[in-house]
């Protein structure tokens, strides 16, 4: 796979995310609230951080094209690591589960359409 299709899955990925996170921040019922949600002020409270990390230089290399290869690559070896280290905490949740349906979900890969 080349290393410019990675980086665009890995930009829908991110991008993705931040979709899913703003529209679920979004999601509000419809009458009027007289007071912030729960939501509001969870995203009130960490506005200047959210806004850090949109600008981090990783990410606007990511989205522009810009960053390095090696810089990507670096990340995708880093990425591997954290999912394997993951997956053996999921696993570990699983075999301490209370609920077989509930360790079978944490055994299950997403693919599957598990956890």
Request: hydrophobic share 45%.
């Amino acid at each position: 796979m080349s290393h410019i299709l990675i980086q665009s899955t890995v930009m829908r990925r991110l991008c993705g995310l931040r979709v899913l996170a703003l529209s679920f921040a979004l999601m509000v019922p419809c009458c009027q609230a007289t007071e912030p949600s729960f939501s509001d002020e969870l995203w009130s409270d960490i506005r200047p951080l959210y806004e850090k990390t949109l600008k981090h230089p990783f990410l606007a290399g990511l989205s522009d094209g810009s960053l390095a290869r090696s810089r990507f690559q670096y990340y995708l070896v880093q990425d591997a690591h954290y999912l394997r280290a993951f997956a053996k905490v999921l696993s570990v949740l699983a075999a301490k589960a209370p609920r077989a349906e509930w360790a079978i979900t944490l055994n299950q890969s997403p693919q599957n359409g598990g956890f």
